[in-house]
């Protein structure tokens, strides 16, 4: 089946990296998703994927610690993902370069947005670490920011919840779920799909956030694919 979108921006959380043990790296789990990845590049489809770190460290949860070094410590945890996916795409044979935000040239390309298209063009996965690179920005507006400049026709946001819920499914089973939603309903309910940066972000640059679980990888290419599954958040619905 061809797919529906050309380039696309992938979400991978940390918590989704450490699979059902909950921390660090779950090398089953990375493989799965990267073997469904390397699948979707056959397809034809240019990946850019943007990983977080909550499987090894959050920055807000460093008491007693200044914010900024907290954040810093939080993209480190972003780039030990981001090598790990690496690794895995080329176990899998998937030709992938990693770029970060910070400079750290021995084990990674600096982020420049000109190389990035020349590695999506050619067929390489580029796996974005360190967030925007600034402390106080979450992972989730660097996805935004790195697919407006890469030019992505939407946000695929792989969660460990399949959809988004006015409330959360896990703690209240009556949880209604969204199939589709605008930004500013995000907004306005503060729904936890991204945060409000983020959203903003990708409100004003019209680019739609495809919200799923990645229970089951193969829901990547489902979604590529054109599938409806989960959430659906727009500028119109």
């Given amino acids: 089946m061809a797919a529906k979108y050309k380039r696309v921006l992938l979400k991978i959380s940390g918590e989704a990296m450490a699979g059902p043990q909950g921390f660090g790296l779950d090398t089953d ?10 699948d979707c590049v056959k397809l034809g489809v240019e990946i850019a994927v943007v990983v977080g770190g909550g499987n090894f460290w959050r920055g807000r949860t460093g ?3 200044d914010r900024t070094r907290a954040d810093h ?5 972003t780039v030990i993902n981001a090598l790990a996916l ?5 176990n899998n044979n998937v030709d992938s370069r990693v770029q970060t935000a910070i400079e750290m040239r021995q084990i990674a390309e600096p982020y420049i947005r000109n190389k990035a298209i020349r590695h999506l063009e050619k067929g390489r996965v580029v796996v974005f670490g360190c967030g925007t690179g600034n402390p ?3 992972t989730d507006t660097a996805a935004a920011l790195r697919a407006a400049e890469i030019e992505a ?6 969660k460990k919840v ?7 499914p896990n703690l209240d089973p009556t949880a209604k779920k969204f199939d589709a939603l605008t930004y500013i309903d995000v907004l306005n309910r503060g729904l936890g799909v991204m945060d409000s940066t983020a959203t903003s972000l990708c409100m004003d640059n019209d680019i739609p956030i495809l919200v799923f679980g990645l229970d089951d990888p193969n829901n990547i290419r489902r979604v590529l694919e054109g599938e409806h599954i989960g959430t659906v958040v727009a500028n119109h619905i």
């Fill in 86 to 90: 690496q690794s895995s795409l080329e």
């Fill in 29 to 38: 789990t990375i493989d799965h998703i990267t073997a469904v990845i390397g």
């Fill in 63 to 65: 008491r007693n610690m």
């Fill in 153 to 158: 026709e939407a946000i695929l946001l792989a």
């Fill in 136 to 138: 106080f920005f979450s």
């Fill in 73 to 77: 410590m939080g993209m480190l945890a």
């Fill in 162 to 168: 399949d959809a988004v819920y006015d409330r959360d």
